[in-house]
């Protein structure tokens, strides 16, 4: 089955930056999207970035902050998160649609603090 590894996770502190990347792997139909939910303690997961070919959609909240990059023959995206705020804290989910089916990685760890 589709298998979507995250990494880059980690502490950094109120205006640093980091740089979260996604390799999928597991399937040998083409990865149609592929991007980066997000979810707050106490809220829903939400969309922080997406990519399906030339098309790039940003949350309000990442516009501007936040690249989203993909090299779509590792199947790999990245997402590199500058200017971080403790609102950004959250588990960051890899998101691909792989034949029509949405699959998930199992989640990493950004916590903004000082």
């Known amino acids: 089955q589709v298998q979507l590894e995250e990494s880059g996770g980690g502490l950094v502190q109120p205006g640093g930056s980091l740089r979260l990347s996604c390799t999928g792997s597991g399937s040998a139909l083409y990865f149609f999207a592929m991007g980066w939910y997000r979810q707050c303690p106490g809220k829903g997961r939400e969309l922080v970035a997406s990519?399906?070919?030339?098309?790039?959609n940003y949350s309000d909240s990442a516009k501007g902050r936040f690249n989203i990059s993909r090299a779509n023959a590792r199947n790999t995206v990245d997402l590199q998160m500058n200017s971080l705020e403790p609102e950004d804290t959250a588990v960051y989910y890899c998101?691909?649609?792989?034949?029509?089916?949405?699959?998930w990685g199992k989640g990493t760890l950004v916590t903004v603090s000082s």
């Open positions: 990519i399906t070919g030339a098309t790039i």
């Open positions: 998101y691909a649609n792989v034949g029509g089916e949405n699959d």
